[in-house]
Nanobody, 114 residues
Framework: QVQLVESGGGLVQAGGSLRLSCAASRSINVMGWYRQAPGKQRELVASITNGGNTNYADSVKGRFTISRDGAKNTVYLQMNSLKPEDTAVYYC???????????WGQGTQVTVSA
């Protein structure tokens, strides 16, 4: 079992920045962030393997950066140039390479005002 503790959400104006953090209780292969806006499906934002390979949604490329501190089992999401359409609940995710084991954080609200 892996526990995930998220922090860093909040309210910011368009063009601003936020950084999300997610600490896992132990090491796991892949960590990432998903988001879910009202009335929409949960979608992948970014993920990173323990080898440092990253994957981003097209909508955030060039604006968001995911990074990982292996010693702390922590993943970060630096979000710059935020847009109102980035408003959502952001969920930390941790999984094995095959996706057969998945863990989720409790979610943190990110609100971007126009």
């Amino acid at each position: 079992q892996v526990q995930l503790v998220e922090s860093g959400g909040g309210l910011v104006q368009a063009g601003g920045s936020l950084r999300l953090s997610c600490a896992a209780s132990r090491s796991i292969n892949v960590m990432g962030w998903y988001r879910q806006a009202p009335g929409k499906q949960r979608e992948l934002v970014a993920s990173i393997t323990n080898g440092g390979n990253t994957n981003y949604a097209d909508s955030v490329k060039g604006r968001f950066t995911i990074s990982r501190d292996g010693a702390k089992n922590t993943v970060y999401l630096q979000m710059n140039s935020l847009k109102p359409e980035d408003t959502a609940v952001y969920y930390c995710n941790a999984r094995n390479y095959f996706g057969s084991v998945n863990y989720w954080g409790q979610g943190t609200q990110v609100t971007v005002s126009a």
